[in-house]
């Protein structure tokens, strides 16, 4: 029996084994902030394989100068004390070294819209239910059951492999992957098991960017409103302007590899969302500001800086509309997320790899995706030139109710990414 059919067979044997680890994760809640619970069953697991994982806090100070740096709400929020990310390095021969791994955060929940319990597994016949099944414990889980069957086997591979499961993924990255590479833990390629529906193999992600408005009005009572001006009003033009914005860009952005596994993402690979808004204390009281705050994710072929302009200008020529507001400038701030689009050739090693063992494993036919959302893969590509794609199960319901993904698609995952392991760094005589 080949080396990879024993994996496969070992991997399928531990099925029940997989659904309790995915439990385990999801039962630790780790809303992007509060991780450690789920590190906590992590680092178990890989002492269990007799491996000793190195733990450590971030530090924003020593992050605070890389070019790809900055400061994430939730860092804003609580810092990255008791936050750990878990690295380990696994070592084989002289030949190419491999990071397999993801993030261990998830978003939170409105458990109201929950049909089922979301800080456990519900499994109904081959789907599994709950916050973070798909993005992305199960995939982490389906990585580290890909190790310990590697290592069970006794497979000496012929490099290295380091495990990494990291924080904040879902906030920007910077206390988790940069802080993994920046820390030492640079492969010659990547695997990271998002949520990409396998065969599928993720070769790009989005740029995101958060964004607030303050826009002004003149407070006085309503009873004398005609003095004042009232910032909601003034706010709907804004938020009017940012939206026709959103409907150029729609119109006139394509990148094919978004929507080549998900046709209803045509037309809409890039997006701005206002999704907040604050304004006034009173009801009898017209409000002197509105702030609004928003979100923009676009794909690779523009930067930052362009981006960042068009908003910019859009909202100041709906100033200059107004009477009133083109004497009383709206201010904008970039703050939180402001990540660069990524994207890697379909025709680097690790990607042909990947697809070669996705779609023999699955019996199916994949293709190269992404660019619709930001991912800790652009950290690899663009600061440090190693080659990083997305290799994980399908999912639904990502950040939403109930959401969930298949065991069959784990276990695909599972022996995917062994397969990949075998390939990529060989096996020794």
């Not at 992305?136 to 990585?143: C, D, I, P, T």
């Not at 930067?303 to 009383?328: C, F, G, M, Y």
């Not at 276990?411 to 990949?420: R, V």
Request: hydrophobic residues 35%; proline residues 5%.
């Amino acid at each position: 029996m080949s080396t990879k059919a024993t994996l496969e067979e070992a991997i399928d044997a531990k099925e029940t084994d997989l659904v309790e680890l995915v439990t385990d994760l999801v039962e630790a809640q780790t809303v992007t902030g509060d991780e450690k619970p789920g590190q906590a069953v992590v680092i178990d697991r890989l002492e269990s394989m007799g491996l000793e994982p190195d733990v450590w806090e971030p530090s924003a100070n020593e992050l605070a100068e890389h070019e790809g740096y900055f400061q994430t709400s939730s860092y804003d929020a609580v810092g990255y004390d008791d936050r750990p990310n878990v690295a380990v390095r696994i070592e084989g021969g002289d030949g190419p070294t491999l990071t397999l791994g993801g993030h261990i955060d998830v978003v939170d929940v409105t458990e109201s819209e929950w049909e089922r319990e979301p800080w456990t597994v519900t499994k109904e016949g081959d789907t599994i239910y709950g916050r973070g099944v798909a993005d992305m414990k199960g995939g982490l889980a389906a990585v580290l059951l890909a190790i310990e069957v590697l290592n069970d086997a006794g497979v000496e591979l012929g490099g290295d492999l380091i495990f990494q499961s990291v924080i904040e993924e879902e906030d920007g990255g910077i206390g988790g992957a940069l802080s993994v590479l920046e820390r030492g833990y640079v492969p010659d390629a990547a695997v990271i098991a998002e949520p990409f529906n396998i065969p599928n193999i993720g070769i790009a992600s989005a740029g995101v960017m958060y964004f607030r408005v303050e826009v002004p009005g003149k407070s006085v009572h309503a009873a004398w409103g005609h003095e004042g001006v009232n910032a909601i009003g003034n706010a709907t033009k804004v938020y009017q302007a940012i939206e026709e914005l959103d409907q150029r860009r729609k119109a006139e952005i394509d990148y094919e590899p978004a929507y080549r596994s998900d046709p209803d993402l045509e037309g809409n690979v890039t997006n701005i969302n206002i999704g907040m808004i604050e304004a006034g204390d009173w009801p009898s009281t017209l409000p002197s500001k509105a702030i609004l705050q928003g979100r923009v994710g676009w794909p690779p072929g523009e930067s930052r800086e362009e981006v960042r302009e068009q908003i910019e200008r859009t909202i100041r020529e709906a100033a200059n509309d107004d009477p009133w507001l083109k004497d009383h400038h709206p201010s904008i701030e970039w703050f939180g997320w402001q990540a660069v689009p990524h994207e890697i050739s379909p025709e680097a090693e690790i990607a042909q790899i990947s697809k070669q063992n996705a779609e023999r494993v699955t019996g199916q036919s994949g293709s190269f995706v992404g660019g619709n959302a930001a991912l800790d893969e652009r950290f690899y590509a663009l600061y440090y030139d190693t080659d990083a794609v997305s290799v994980g199960p399908e999912g639904w319901n990502l950040h939403g109710a109930d959401e969930h993904t298949t065991v069959p698609a784990l276990l695909e995952t599972a022996k995917t990414i062994a397969g990949i392991a075998v390939d990529y760094c060989g096996v020794e005589e």
